[in-house]
């Protein structure tokens, strides 16, 4: 069961994600937040398997409250989906800077919302190869980058590794990737994982991320 935290200033629209989110048998609502900082206590309480947050909420904007849930000691295992009306390279970029898994926005189906939250939780991130490939490399050669990305190398990566992280750096999904490779979605699951560990990269995300910064991958 993925366990959800709603956090959006709009109760219409909690209550909507809610009635959808409940509707399905594998996830469930377990806590509603109207602004950042509620968001970020609430998670602390209750350790959902993702937080669907909102940007532009009072008191605490969903970009603070995502770096602090993200770095937050015993929530290691707790994924940010940014659902958002302000689709612009700037957000996605500081989404992804704070540590969120995926970044939607809310002119999403209903459909591509539950299977970005189950693709999010499963720990894959949630962006197009256009996304990744340009979003993503824009704001790794932008000036100014955070301390909370991952600072181990990919040196540290065996070469069926480091062929998948290039894989994935470029968008492709597990099913893709395993395709192109010739072998198991859950091999490829297998070195993701092992390249997130050697990295220290909490999510895939962050693994992209490291591919870009140390050159594994160049945007075009």
């Known amino acids: 069961m993925i366990e959800i935290l709603l956090a959006d200033d709009q109760a219409l629209l909690r209550s909507t994600f809610r009635m959808l989110i409940d509707s399905c048998e594998d996830m469930t609502v377990v806590a509603e937040a109207a602004d950042g900082e509620e968001a970020t206590r609430l998670a602390r309480q ?3 398997d993702l937080v669907l947050m909102d940007i532009r909420m009072p008191v605490l904007d969903g970009l603070a409250a995502t770096r ?3 770095s937050t000691p015993g929530l290691e295992r707790t994924r940010v989906l940014i659902l958002t009306t302000f689709e612009t390279d700037e957000h996605v970029a500081r989404a ?15 459909d591509g919302l539950l299977a970005g939250i189950r693709t999010v939780a499963d720990g894959e991130a949630l962006l197009s190869p256009t996304a990744t490939r340009a979003l993503i490399g824009r704001f790794l050669s932008a000036p100014g980058t955070t301390d909370e ?6 040196a540290m990566l065996t070469d069926r590794e480091r062929e998948v992280t290039a894989l994935a750096a470029q968008g492709l999904s597990n099913q893709e990737i395993a395709e192109r490779l010739t072998v198991s979605p859950l091999t490829v ?3 993701v994982h092992r390249a997130m560990m050697k990295v220290g990269a909490r999510d895939r995300t962050q693994l ?8 594994l991958v160049r945007v075009r």
């Open 46 to 48: 209750h350790r959902p």
């Open 68 to 70: 602090h849930i993200c």
């Open 96 to 110: 992804l800077e704070s540590g969120a898994s995926g970044f939607l926005g809310k002119d999403v189906t209903a």
């Open 149 to 154: 990305l991952p600072r181990g190398s990919l």
């Open 189 to 191: 699951r297998t070195h």
């Open 208 to 215: 992209v991320v490291a591919a870009y910064r140390q050159g």
